[in-house]
């Protein structure tokens, strides 16, 4: 093959490693031994947001109907209820993404404002867990991480079992409550 279809064979292959990786599928080249970490995962459930934008839409829907019954000309455009299906169709979309916590040999990665983010472990300053809570504090100026069971239904039972390790692991220091 020629260096330039194999530059393009190589590209696409970054691709779709990427797009596999998201999915948590094993890499394409590889042979699941030496380049890929395995991880554990843990995933919780995002219902506090979503509620939030439900009950908003909820409000915004009982004010455009009033106000259409009530004979407001302003209201029976079909902007209002375009914004109201956007909120019901974000909050479903919220709900549905799933937040997470993967502990690899190394390194921690979570989802933070869309954007997977990713703590090595000498980052980590110390391990603070509590019942139904798990905080990972971090060294420099990035914030804490919270893990817990009320507000992303986590399990936090099995995080802080793994964490426990990861610590014993890397010399992290555990802070029990």
Same mark, same amino acid.
């Given at each position: 093959?020629?260096?330039?279809?194999?530059?393009?064979?190589?590209?696409?292959?970054?691709?779709?490693?990427?797009?596999?990786?998201?999915?948590?599928?094993?890499?394409?080249?590889?042979?699941?031994?030496?380049?890929?970490?395995?991880?554990?995962?843990?995933?919780?459930?995002?219902?506090?947001?979503?509620?939030?934008?439900?009950?908003?839409?909820?409000?915004?829907?009982?004010?455009?109907?009033?106000?259409?019954?009530?004979?407001?000309?302003?209201?029976?455009?079909?902007?209002?209820?375009?914004?109201?299906?956007?909120?019901?169709?974000?909050?479903?979309?919220?709900?549905?993404?799933?937040? $997470?916590? @993967?502990?690899? %040999?190394?390194?921690? !990665?979570?989802?933070?404002?869309? &954007?997977?983010?990713?703590?090595?472990?000498?980052?980590?300053?110390?391990?603070?867990?509590?019942?139904?809570?798990?905080?990972?504090?971090?060294?420099?100026?990035?914030?804490?991480?919270? $893990?817990? @069971?009320?507000? %992303?239904?986590?399990? !936090?039972?099995?995080?802080?079992? &793994?964490?426990?390790?990861?610590?014993?692991?890397?010399?992290?220091?555990?802070?029990?409550?």
């Amino acid at each position: 093959m020629s260096r330039s279809w194999e530059r393009q064979v190589r590209k696409n292959q970054q691709k779709a490693n990427v797009l596999r990786q998201k999915t948590g599928q094993e890499r394409i080249g590889t042979s699941g031994g030496a380049g890929v970490q395995q991880y554990d995962t843990f995933k919780g459930r995002n219902y506090m947001f979503p509620a939030f934008l439900l009950i908003i839409a909820v409000f915004l829907t009982i004010i455009t109907v009033a106000a259409q019954n009530s004979g407001v000309k302003e209201a029976s455009g079909t902007s209002y209820w375009f914004i109201i299906v956007m909120y019901l169709i974000l909050a479903v979309i919220i709900f549905l993404r799933r937040p $997470f916590l @993967r502990v690899g %040999k190394d390194r921690l !990665t979570t989802m933070r404002f869309g &954007r997977d983010r990713m703590v090595m472990a000498g980052d980590i300053a110390k391990f603070r867990i509590e019942k139904g809570y798990v905080t990972v504090e971090t060294r420099g100026k990035g914030a804490n991480w919270i $893990f817990s @069971r009320f507000l %992303k239904m986590y399990k !936090t039972e099995e995080i802080a079992a &793994r964490v426990m390790q990861f610590a014993e692991q890397h010399n992290i220091p555990v802070e029990k409550k």
